[in-house]
């Protein structure tokens, strides 16, 4: 059964950078059928999404979010990665990793780590 | 950008009764890119339907999605204790995907 966990700090200084890594178990992360994506939910808020990567490295972004944005990806440690640069207080969030059904008519984001809660604070 | 819009922003539903969850796309969302997810505190969402009616996998069958172009709507047929949640809606046939502002769910 395929899970996902992410990792990474819980606090980060602000204009620092948040990196995150999603390690997925249980499967592979080079799948024809799927997309690696990022999703977060600040306190008390809805979701956002982030961004998503497929395994060959090809990536769609949240324009909101683009131009600090960074996902990667390592198949041969099948993992994941996030990097968000800049950080203010409004990055302050749960951050989740979660795979997205690739192809036309498939699922969307089915399963789902169980978080990260990342606060942006001096 | 497509804004979804979800209503009510709470619902108040008594176990046993139907409850129904609207999510209004400001633009034609192809039914097939429209997903609803479940999420109860301190845990992740839970994917609950794809492509606007297509249950995801062990997902019981009181759980229904129907709509198309800009309205869509999320019905629980018979409440149960564990359905007392919030509910997202998320479109993923344009960038950036997009995710409503939730219905709480909650017992009456």
């Known amino acids: 059964q395929l899970q996902l966990q992410e990792s990474g700090p819980g606090l980060v200084t602000p204009s620092e950078t948040l990196s995150l890594t999603c390690n997925v178990s249980g499967g592979s992360i080079s799948s024809d059928d799927y997309y690696w994506g990022w999703v977060r939910q600040p306190p008390g808020r809805g979701l956002e999404w982030i961004g998503v990567i497929y395994y060959t490295g090809s990536t769609y972004y949240n324009p909101s979010l683009k131009s600090r944005v960074t996902i990667s990806v390592e198949t041969s440690k099948e993992r994941f990665s996030l990097e968000l640069t800049s950080v203010t207080a409004a990055d302050t969030a749960m951050y989740y990793c979660a795979r997205h059904g690739r192809h036309l008519g498939t699922v969307a984001f089915d399963i789902w780590g169980q978080g990260t809660m990342v606060s942006v604070s001096s | 950008e497509i804004v979804l819009t979800q209503s009510p922003g709470t619902l108040s539903v008594s176990p046993g009764e139907r409850a129904t969850l609207s999510c209004r796309a400001s633009?034609?969302?192809?039914?097939?890119?429209l997903a609803w997810y479940q999420q109860k505190p301190g845990q992740a969402p839970r994917l609950l339907i794809s492509g606007a009616s297509s249950r995801a996998t062990g997902i019981p069958d009181r759980f229904s999605g129907s709509g198309s172009g800009t309205d869509f709507t999320l019905t629980i047929s018979r409440l149960e204790p564990e359905d007392f949640a919030e509910y997202y809606c998320q479109q993923y046939g344009s960038i950036p995907w997009t995710f409503g502002q939730g219905t709480k769910v909650e017992i009456q």
């Open positions: 633009q034609s969302v192809n039914s097939v890119y």
